[in-house]
């Protein structure tokens, strides 16, 4: 397959990587920062361009990742070439595209992506969405080719598994960090909490979460979170997050889903 | 080594599997539930007692694995023996043990623990603390039995390591949960969201999380943020979380830490 990948950031850099190892070709790569698009082309053999009056017609798809609230431009522009246009986006429905073509689908990679960080593709989850049973196909077979996990999904379920994928990943990350200034407040090392944040997750790749929790909150030990509710004095924001993560814990384990 | 141990559950249960493992003897293991106790001294060979009367004075320290509340309790009941006794709890000070002998010293293992799960106890960092350099030494070399991660951390470190770890591992697998039930309700499955997690927990393991957070609030996306508070207004507990974590996230943001 010839496809083009409209943006370059995590997404764009990560889904143009495996279709390249794929065996698919990328014709260009667009990003309105030449050096960013001329980055993510080199290493995909593909051409840069900054501008969209550049696209070369002579491709099998478009595929855009961009910013949510750009997919509706950039789809406007690419609708006279009349081939299939697919965006990767979580929280955007396939209605952005369908006002412009009929060619439209979604591909959406359910996973956190850090330019820096390598994985393995095959293991990503894809959520596809196509506005007929032929685009669906195409879609399929080609994500059958990057990854092990295909899905599909319609753009209701789409925006529930984007909700769903903010509290399993965003949030728990911006828990990491507070984790790390606390300790960092008391000269100790990130380093010392690092096999624990692995094994909390690898955890729940066997058991539900609610089997598996841990801590003072899901043993009702009040002596201990009121201390360490104390201890949060100088920041009140974590304090606020500690005890409705705790009462949250405290509920759930009463309404008869976890065990100690 | 000789070693008894005072309780069976999580802690006790992989503390006890690590030191056997290591080639030490487990003498007993105590509970007030024969029951449990039997189960794991069954598992370790050794005796299994109900009663902290039927102690065998034949050991060389006491490991003591309880909650918190009863850790002063039984220090009291095996002072008598005047053997070093250790605990195991991330938020009790030295000095409760030291209010009943001097032969005191702590073993706080920073990893969440569950009996239906193995892991590399090698890998467990263990935070060690004593009342006095000989008693250190000892526990420092028993310790290095069992794991290649062995920390000197006083009281007081400990209890904000203790408290980061319910940042960085109760609090996540809370939200894990939150992200199974949204998905739960919309009929999905939760191992979609399985290899998000895992790669969450993976990305930090090299870098800072701050570095590599994702997401609709890093980005300051008004839009999407707005969308799914929408789709929280029948679960406002959540809601409420997910305005408190992402207004923490843009504030971090803006402190000049992350990146997107």
Known sequence: MHITIIGSGNVATHLAA???????RIVQVYSPDIQHASLLAYHVG?????????????TGM?????????????????????????HTSGATGLDTLLAYTGKAGVLYPLQTFSKSRELDFFTVPLCIEAADEVIYTD?????ATVSNNVYSINSAGRKILHLAAVFACNFPNYLYSAA???????????????????????????????????GPAVRNDQQTMNNHLQMLNDTPQ??????????????????GHGAK
Chains 1, 2 share one sequence.
């Open 139 to 143: 879609i399929q077979q080609l994500a």
């Open 238 to 255: 974590l304090k606020e997050l500690y005890e409705l993560l705790s009462q949250g814990i405290i509920k759930n384990n009463v309404d």
């Open 62 to 86: 478009f595929i855009i990742s961009v910013k949510d609230d750009a997919i509706a431009h950039v789809a406007k522009n690419l609708a006279i070439y009349q081939k299939l246009i697919v």
């Open 180 to 214: 790390q200034q606390l300790l960092a407040g008391h000269n100790m090392d990130f380093n010392m909490l690092r096999p624990l944040i692995l094994e909390t997750a690898q955890k729940v790749q066997e058991h539900l979460p609610a089997d598996v929790q841990t």
């Open 46 to 58: 593909a051409e840069a361009i900054d501008n969209l009056a550049h696209i070369n017609p002579d």
């Open 18 to 24: 495996a279709f390249k190892n794929a065996g698919h």
